[in-house]
C-alpha cells in the first residue's frame, strides 16, 4: 500500500480553494500513518469545522466531522472506550484556539494517546476570512480591517507548557520535516501535537499583499526560524524579528500518559 490508498477518491473533487496548503498536510500525515504501518480498521480521524475539519472525509477510514471545537473531546470519548484504535484529530487555529482552546489546554495536560494535527492558516478561512488567535499583528482579516491589534497565539508554546508529551511545528513548504514530525508524533506516547503552517491565498494570502500561492509559501519559508538559531539568537542577546516564528521539535518527553495499553 501506499499513503495514496487512504484517499476516498469516491469524495473528489474537494472543496478546497485553489492553492490551499491543507492538502499538502494530509499527504503528510497518510505518508506518516502509512509508515507506521497502521490498518484503516483501527484508525480513527476526528475533526471539528472550518476548512481543515473537513480532511476525515476524503480519508477511507471511520471518522467523525463534530461540532466546532470539540474534535478532542470527541477524540478522548473515542480513545476512552477502545485504548487499541489510532486516534489523530485534524484541526485549524480557529477550531482549536477559540472555541475549543479549553479542550486543547485539558488534553495536553491530560495527555492522552491522541495526536494532533493543527492547520494553522492564521484565519478564519471557511466562514470569511475574520481574524483568529493566530492572525499575526497588523495583519488584515474582515474583523481585523485597520490590522490585528491582539498578540498572536503561539499554539506550539501552549502545548509545551501544557503537558503534551511531543510538539512540533512545520510548514506546508518543509513537506519531509512535517511529514517526519507527524511519524515522531504518531511514535510517542501520550498525546502529540503538530503544528503546520499553511498557505491560505483566498481568504488571508489576498489581503494581505500575498495573494499569489507562491508569495505565501516565500512567506512561510523566509519568517521560519529554527528554534535552535532562536535560542542561540535569544542567547545571544541578538534581537528575534517580530514577524518570525519558530519551527522544529520543541518537546519530547514521557510524562505518564493515558489511554496507552499496556
Known sequence: MSFEDWFREDRLPHIFCTGCGNGTVINCTLEAVEEMGWKRDDTVFISGIGCSSRAPGYIITDSLHTT????????????????????????????LAAIGGNHFIHACRRNIDITGVCMNNMIYGMTGGQGSPCTPAGAISTTTPYGMC???????????????????????????????AVRAGL??????????????????????????VSDMMT?????????????????????????MFAVGEFVRRARPAQGVLK
Open 68 to 95: 466546532h471545537g470539540r474534535a478532542l473531546a470527541f477524540a478522548t470519548g473515542v480513545k476512552l472506550a477502545n485504548p487499541r484504535l489510532h486516534v489523530v484529530v485534524f484541526t485549524g487555529d480557529g477550531d
Open 150 to 180: 491582539e498578540p498572536v497565539f503561539d499554539l506550539s508554546a501552549l502545548a509545551v507548557t501544557a503537558g503534551a508529551n511531543y510538539v512540533a511545528r512545520w510548514t506546508s513548504y518543509h513537506v519531509t520535516e512535517l511529514t517526519k
Open 187 to 212: 511514535e510517542t506516547p501520550g498525546f502529540s501535537f503538530i503544528e503546520a503552517m499553511v498557505q491560505c491565498p483566498t481568504a488571508y494570502g489576498r489581503r494581505n499583499k500575498l495573494r499569489q
Open 219 to 243: 512567506y512561510l519559508k523566509t519568517h521560519a526560524l529554527l528554534i535552535q538559531k532562536k535560542q542561540r539568537m535569544e542567547e545571544e542577546g541578538e534581537t528575534v524579528p517580530a514577524d
